[in-house]
């Protein structure tokens, strides 16, 4: 089936609605800010009155994209969130499948009587929830996507350099710079493309990625030294952090994000995980090799799911009886994926 096909409604939905809110997921990263603020840009760029409202903050990292200031966080203002997601003609659900992942403010959403246009990449979107879908697991990214929808909405009129940073930004991050989810053409025709509206890839790379704080690198180095485990017969290895981990190294959004990946880098590892100890569960993100299915993983065991190879989930019990699970399951895990 043709993705693009309801275009023509999407532009016309746009183009009738006075009030429209973009949404993403709670713990935003680099491909939800970078796809919700192009879409922001671009909106505004059409003369719409539009809204980011995140459920919660983002990483320090990404507050140099123009057009992310303007975010509304939902878990400082909720009722001032609500208020605009109840007066919205029309809700942009971004880089996320499910209503769950919006935490708080589900139920808003829900509730509301505006036109609900899912914009996504990830598996199995929960496609009773919305009204109008555009949903592609072949896209690198959100904002891979995002930028094929724009450039069919008003082909006279792209992308400004601001939108073109922010899809850069998120297409990056998705694809850890281009080393995995990105073995498509496409992707790399349509950064092309974004180079030639005026985007410079070496300073979106060092804002992302040579801004960590000392506490941060610090932080990365205890997960190292302090709290990686590995299997090798089982080709498996993971780390964790503790509540008191994250007290101790000054934690802000974004210092974890991409820490799992180290555990992956290990020669010979084929599946790795990165247990969070929150304040009402443990967040797990799951990273794997080649045909290992972390998604299956994740939403058979831990109320979660995402992509084959990138996957996140949840635990509601305590972080020793989390990693205590994990373990007993990997040697099945490991014979049913054949690695």
């Known amino acids: 089936?043709?993705?693009?096909?309801?275009?023509?409604?999407?532009?016309?939905?746009?183009?009738?609605?006075?009030?429209?809110?973009?949404?993403?997921?709670?713990?935003?990263?680099?491909?939800?800010i970078g796809s919700s603020v192009a879409w922001y840009?671009?909106?505004?760029s059409l003369g719409k009155d539009s809204q980011i409202i995140l459920p919660n903050d983002f990483p320090q990292n990404l507050k140099w994209i123009k057009g992310s200031e303007t975010a509304l966080l939902a878990n400082q203002n909720m009722?001032?969130?609500?208020?605009?997601?109840?007066?919205?003609?029309?809700?942009?659900c971004n880089d996320f499948q499910s209503l769950s992942r919006i935490d708080k403010l589900e139920d808003s959403v829900r509730k509301s009587e505006a036109i609900k246009v899912l914009v996504d990449h990830h598996i199995e979107p929960d496609v009773e929830q919305f009204d109008l879908i555009f949903s592609n697991t072949e896209s690198s990214s959100t904002a891979?996507?995002?930028?094929?929808?724009?450039?069919?909405?008003?082909?006279?009129?792209?992308?400004?350099t601001a939108a073109a940073e922010a899809i850069y930004a998120g297409i990056m991050t998705d694809t850890g710079s281009f080393s995995y989810s990105c073995n498509h053409k496409r992707t790399f025709e349509i950064v092309a493309k974004l180079i030639d509206f005026g985007i410079d890839t070496r300073?979106?790379?060092?804002?992302?990625?040579?801004?960590?704080?000392?506490?941060?690198?610090?932080?990365?180095?205890?997960?190292?030294?302090?709290?990686l485990t590995v299997f090798p017969e089982l080709a498996t290895a993971y780390m964790y952090l503790t509540k008191e981990d994250l007290r101790d190294f000054r934690y802000v959004p974004g210092d974890t994000e991409g820490v799992v990946n180290y555990a992956l880098s290990i020669k010979d590892i084929k599946f790795a995980a990165f247990f969070i100890e929150r304040e009402n569960r443990i967040r797990i993100s799951f990273r794997s090799q080649g045909d290992i299915d972390c998604n299956e993983f994740a939403k058979t065991y831990f109320n979660g799911g995402g992509h084959r190879n990138a996957s996140g989930g949840?635990?509601?019990?305590?972080?020793?009886?989390?990693i205590q699970k994990f373990e007993k399951l990997l040697s099945e895990f490991k014979q049913k994926n054949n690695f």
């Open 1 to 32: 089936m043709d993705i693009f096909q309801h275009i023509p409604k999407l532009k016309s939905l746009i183009e009738q609605s006075e009030r429209i809110v973009i949404l993403t997921h709670y713990n935003p990263d680099g491909d939800a």
């Open 41 to 44: 840009n671009y909106l505004q």
């Open 79 to 92: 009722e001032k969130a609500e208020a605009f997601i109840t007066h919205a003609n029309l809700l942009i």
């Open 144 to 160: 891979e996507l995002l930028f094929e929808l724009i450039t069919r909405l008003t082909p006279e009129k792209p992308v400004d």
């Open 203 to 227: 300073r979106i790379h060092e804002e992302v990625y040579n801004t960590f704080s000392e506490d941060r690198m610090r932080l990365l180095g205890h997960c190292l030294t302090n709290r």
């Open 314 to 322: 949840n635990s509601f019990e305590n972080i020793q009886e989390t």
